[in-house]
């Protein structure tokens, strides 16, 4: 580890590092041995709080919302990826028709809160007369307004990003300003963006949480619902565990996914580049 | 119009509430912020683990799941018992620390590497070179990451709503129990979002960059 903050350790710093190492050990330990000893003190490690658990009903549930779950999170990131070029196309456009709207489109569901973007879809719009809203319908159209918004500028960012040249080439050998944006600009800026887009996707994905409070059954809802079990010791703390480790495993898999497209697609790059420079 | 006069107590207690949230969560979410910021950079291994594993932990988790740990679960731990708001000032800090940890350590990386080869030269230690010659620094190049985090976590206070916090995001329960139309009432708490988030803090944003921006 080379850092230029610090310098090469010598004896003295060596040891001192160990020591700081060492106290650092005996916090951490100490911060997680307290947590689980209260956990234990309080029986949330009893055999009767995680009985619950061991039901096929309950894992094959589990699943069911688990399933939920992904399902608002793909619509939603779908969604919000369209929405965002659309908006991004729009602002981008010379058309002041188009440009000013879809500007004060962003910037309005950028500053309200998603939760409250939700409960207007699910409470509001009800009680204006809209008829047949349901949870899921609330969770992707917060999900979709929200993120599409966020996505927008980060697309525009990508594409206001690219040299300028390439969007003249384009002009050059006769494509239309829709086909410059569509063919040359947009898979260059979601190329350069692509670290920001996966952090927006895991946003979507921890966003569906929200979901529990307008009601959606989701896992969260779920982990709640069993932990509201009189009958099994009110298992609040080993369902929220479950359903903690559960959302951690699902967004480092996508990580996990999105890392591996982000390799693929800068070797290609690399593939392209070292053919140019053998032809030159 | 007249539904905001009508309960105009129930709007000044929720977005009091809301200010509250906001202004302490943020303040022990910058401090918590930096200091694990600073173990990620710091020379000993150990502590650049556990602030690395803080951060992913954390950051992959909902914050609705957090806040309701705090609400839910912690009072079944049979520890001394805190209100509602105090359990979700708890989860926001805890939860925002690590969005403010990762915009100040790219604020770090920025910093050319001149300045702390400078202060290593002239014999500084690791903590001074850090708290008196990179960290400056790195705060003023971060102030627009750092806004965003600080506007994400006004939005996000809105979820403390579900776990019995009185805020912004409570107001319309407390207007439906009333019988009072909801899609109004949700209309002006997102209008008062709005408001607040791009007639003050994004101004504020901008002004803050232009003044502390770094001449390089």
Request: charged letters at 10%.
């Amino acid at each position: 580890m080379s850092s230029v903050l610090f310098d090469v350790p010598g004896p003295k710093a060596r040891t001192r590092n160990v020591y700081l190492n060492v106290a650092t050990a005996i916090v951490v330990l100490g911060i997680i041995g307290f947590i689980m000893f209260r956990f234990y003190q309080s029986g949330q490690f009893t055999a009767e709080k995680w009985q619950i658990f061991t039901f096929p009903l309950v894992q094959q549930t589990f699943l069911e919302v688990i399933g939920a779950t992904l399902k608002a999170f793909a619509v939603g990131a779908v969604g919000s990826l369209l929405l965002g070029i659309l908006l991004a196309f729009g602002r981008l456009s010379d058309s002041k028709w188009l440009n000013i709207p879809c500007y004060w489109f962003t910037e309005l569901f950028r500053a309200v809160p998603l939760l409250v973007l939700m409960m207007i879809v699910y409470y509001g719009l009800p009680s204006a007369g809209v008829p047949g809203i349901t949870p899921f319908l609330a969770v992707v159209v917060g999900l979709i307004l929200y993120n599409g918004s966020v996505l927008a500028e980060v697309f525009r960012a990508g594409i206001e990003s690219l040299p300028k040249g390439q969007r003249e080439a384009g002009y050059a050998v006769g494509l239309t300003k829709g086909q410059v944006l569509r063919m040359i600009l947009l898979p260059q800026a979601v190329r350069a963006m692509l670290p920001v887009i996966i952090s927006q996707l895991v946003v979507i994905l921890k966003d569906t949480a929200l979901g529990f409070l307008i009601t959606y059954h989701e896992i969260l809802y779920y982990a709640d619902f069993l932990g509201s079990q009189g009958g099994y010791g009110s298992p609040v703390v080993p369902a929220l565990m479950v359903a903690a480790v559960i959302y951690v495993g699902l967004c480092l898999i996508l990580s996990g996914i999105a890392k591996l497209a982000e390799s693929k697609m800068s070797s290609r790059v690399k593939v392209v580049k070292t053919r140019v420079g053998m032809a030159g | 119009m007249n539904i905001i006069t009508d309960n105009s107590e129930l709007f000044l207690t929720g977005f009091k509430n809301t200010g509250i949230l906001f202004i302490i969560s943020g303040f022990f979410a910058l401090i918590l912020g930096t200091i694990v910021a600073g173990m990620r950079v710091s020379p000993a291994p150990a502590m650049r683990a556990a602030g690395t594993f803080y951060v992913n932990a954390v950051r992959n988790t909902p914050l609705t799941l957090i806040l309701a740990f705090f609400a839910l679960g912690y009072p079944r731990l049979g520890l001394p018992s805190v209100s509602f708001m105090n359990a979700a000032i708890v989860g926001l800090s805890l939860y925002t620390a690590t969005y403010v940890c990762e915009a100040i350590r790219s604020g770090i990386n920025t910093v050319s590497v001149g300045q702390s080869e400078a202060a290593r030269a002239i014999g500084l230690p690791f903590m001074k070179t850090l708290s008196l010659v990179v960290l400056p620094q790195a705060f003023r190049s971060v102030v627009p990451p750092l806004f965003s985090v600080f506007i994400a976590l006004l939005k996000n206070t809105t979820v403390a709503a579900g776990f019995s916090v009185l805020e912004a995001g409570a107001i319309r329960a407390y207007l439906s129990e009333r019988g009072e139309p909801m899609l109004p009432g949700l209309l002006w708490v997102a209008l008062i979002f709005v408001v607040v988030v791009l007639g003050i803090m994004t101004p504020l944003q901008r002004y803050l960059e232009k003044k502390w921006r770094v001449a390089r």
